[in-house]
């Protein structure tokens, strides 16, 4: 089946450094990639949607100078936290279009854990 | 625009025990319906989906939802849990024509001996 990895799986950063997450589609190309946040003990917020060759989409209120989205191929995207800070600390996940036909099947990432200390 | 409230953020029950989890969305137009269950420290992965057709809908792990388009509901259900089973459980829709999925702020399911 299609498959999503995400790397690193848990991060440990210092305030004001820049964090790179990769998302790479293993098995399929996927033009569209979707980027989410999510806080403890809540649902996964769309941070950005993420399309092949072209900038990024960001849902209203996220920082895209903060979160910098590159989709360069059809098997990666990447999402850089730059100037990092500790109330950027959250679970990331990604998540891949399989298909381009209605309804879109998805698959996920297993998710990077930031910590910004 | 759609919403999504799953009514219960936890559910404690013991082992072999049915449960329901509650899942209710809201939107002007036609939708594409999925559960998503969460392990800790790990991404989701797809339960079931209604997409058209048989309201039951069946998915992986012996889950099962029910779409009620006239109550726009979509609980999921199991008739006998395990401990395995205790884990984050999303609801999320997708409206026709979008490609985004919008989730519920989750069931917490929690699987007692």
């Known amino acids: 089946g299609a498959v999503v990895s995400q790397h690193p799986s848990r991060v440990i950063c210092k305030s004001g450094t820049s964090v790179k997450i990769e998302c790479r589609s293993l098995?399929?190309?996927?033009?569209?990639m979707f980027w989410y946040r999510q806080f403890p003990k809540q649902s996964l917020m769309l941070m950005a949607t993420?399309?092949?060759?072209?900038?990024?989409?960001?849902e209203q209120g996220v920082e895209k100078d903060k979160f910098l989205i590159n989709h360069a191929s059809l098997t990666l995207s990447t999402l850089t936290v730059t100037s990092a800070h500790p109330e950027d600390s959250s679970f990331y996940i990604c998540?891949?279009?399989?298909?381009?036909?209605?309804?879109?099947?998805?698959?996920f990432g297993s998710g990077t854990r930031l910590t910004v200390v | 625009a759609q919403s999504v409230t799953q009514l219960d953020s936890q559910v404690p029950v013991f082992e072999e025990a049915p449960v329901e989890l509650r899942c209710n969305y809201s939107?002007?137009?036609?939708?594409?319906l999925f559960w998503y269950v969460q392990y800790p420290n790990q991404g989701l992965q797809l339960l079931l989906k209604?997409?058209?057709?048989?309201?039951l809908v069946k998915g992986i792990n012996g889950f099962e939802a029910e779409f009620n388009k006239s109550q726009t509901s979509f609980h999921l259900r199991k008739p006998s849990v395990h401990i395995s089973d205790t884990a984050e459980y999303f609801c999320?829709?997708?409206?026709?024509?979008?490609?985004?999925?919008?989730f519920g702020k989750g069931t917490k399911l929690t699987v007692n001996p």
């Open positions: 998540s891949a279009s399989v298909d381009n036909r209605m309804p879109y099947g998805y698959t």
């Open positions: 098995d399929f190309q996927a033009t569209t």
């Open positions: 993420s399309n092949e060759g072209s900038k990024a989409t960001y």
């Open positions: 939107s002007s137009v036609s939708v594409y």
């Open positions: 209604y997409l058209s057709g048989s309201t």
């Open positions: 999320a829709v997708q409206r026709g024509g979008s490609e985004k999925l919008v």
